[in-house]
């Protein structure tokens, strides 16, 4: 349940378009900063820092937001795969939980992660305000129409 190891080496230091979407809800600090949407932020752009596995699976990057006029424009964002598979940001991107904060996030001591969560990599978001919530991210929005387009198609 991870990204295809080809990912990073051909995307540090690459944009990347993340989709944001209601999913399991957001979170923000302080709150309400989006009430009138859910919660869910505007989508926006990245620039890709680093790939980090997890449990010996490529599991995520972090980046930097770069979307002029964001409410996190300059923030950090942490992404980690949400479903069991390999996926890429053309052909077959995927559905990721996401932190975004200023100051970059650190990730969690498995040893300290309660059991039922394993499944995941814990990070903690660093500064104020922060959000955690749900999107897919692709190299383009048309990467991701396309997928969607794929994944309604009657069988």
Request: overall charge negative; some cysteine; hydrophobic content about 35%.
């Amino acid at each position: 349940m991870g990204l295809n190891e080809s990912c990073e080496a051909q995307y540090i230091g690459r944009r990347l378009f993340v989709q944001t979407g209601y999913g399991w809800g957001w979170v923000h600090e302080p709150p309400g900063i989006f009430p009138t949407t859910h919660g869910v932020p505007p989508s926006f752009y990245v620039r890709v820092g680093h790939f980090y596995r997890y449990q010996g699976v490529l599991r995520g990057f972090l980046a930097r937001l770069e979307e002029p006029g964001h409410v996190y424009e300059g923030f950090w964002m942490v992404c980690f795969t949400r479903v069991a598979g390999t996926y890429d940001f053309t052909a077959n991107p995927t559905h990721y939980n996401i932190e975004i904060c200023p100051n970059e996030p650190v990730e969690g001591d498995p040893a300290e992660t309660p059991s039922w969560s394993l499944r995941w990599p814990t990070w903690h978001r660093s500064g104020s305000p922060n959000a955690a919530g749900f999107a897919m991210i692709a190299e383009t929005p048309q990467h991701i129409e396309e997928w969607l387009s794929r994944k309604t198609r009657v069988r």
